[in-house]
């Protein structure tokens, strides 16, 4: 297993578009979380899965962002009708369920221009 | 006010040198966590703890909860170390669900 990965690693957008990013976390992980992360800041939890059950969003994720797992394995986050301030590096991370370290991939840069 | 506060948010040092980054957290937590990211983004986990210190070749990581305080040191600094350092607390039952960030601590280590 090479770790988590994320792709694309880099998407531009045109505004009002949507855009879709997909995350394959390592294999034995049961847990899958996305965090969104702007210039300058810290990442900021987005949403998180147990196997595919989606157990917490926060509240930035608007109505114009899903998340899905369906199979328990890779997950996909949709932006519908892109807006500039979507513009961010998007983060994916897997763990177990009893704890342990999160392993995070490189993430999606996304710009919308 | 931020749940989590690093300090500093930007460091600059001569190879060799003995750094400290600070994290301050003002919610009780299950565990806190120090990532390395490189430009570009990738995000590196180097320790997870709840209690005490932990060692991991050069760099030490200590915790105390009742301060509501960690700190993680880099002895023998090296140009390879130049990254963003970031603090991040878990708040569910097992540390790792919903970690919250601090800012980062941007290092840069000069030959």
């Known amino acids: 297993d090479t770790g988590v990965s994320q792709n694309p690693r880099h998407k531009i957008t045109k505004r009002g578009q949507n855009v879709t990013f997909r995350c394959d976390p390592i294999?034995?992980?049961?847990?899958l979380y996305w965090y969104r992360q702007t210039l300058g800041q810290g990442p900021e939890f987005l949403t998180y899965f147990q196997n595919e059950a989606q157990l917490e969003k926060s509240r930035l994720l608007s109505d114009r962002f899903s998340a899905e797992r369906p199979k328990g394995s890779f997950s996909t986050l949709e932006i519908q009708r892109t807006e500039q301030g979507d513009s961010a590096m998007y983060l994916c991370?897997?763990?177990?369920?009893?704890?342990?370290?999160?392993?995070f991939g490189q993430g999606t840069r996304l710009t919308v221009v | 006010k931020n749940e989590v506060e690093q300090s500093p948010q930007n460091l600059t040092a001569q190879e060799g040198e003995f750094i400290t980054i600070n994290c301050s957290y003002s919610v009780g937590i299950s565990a806190l966590h120090w990532l390395q990211q490189h430009p570009g983004g990738g995000i590196v986990s180097l320790f997870m703890?709840?209690?005490g210190k932990k060692k991991h070749g050069r760099l030490i990581a200590t915790i105390n909860i009742q301060e509501k305080h960690s700190s993680l040191h880099i002895t023998a600094s090296h140009p390879r170390d130049s990254a963003v350092y970031i603090c991040a607390v878990g708040l569910g039952l097992f540390g790792n669900e919903k970690l919250t960030f601090g800012t980062g601590t941007r290092l840069t280590i000069i030959p």
């Open positions: 294999s034995e992980h049961n847990r």
């Open positions: 703890l709840s209690s």
């Open positions: 991370a897997s763990s177990y369920d009893w704890g342990g370290e999160a392993f």
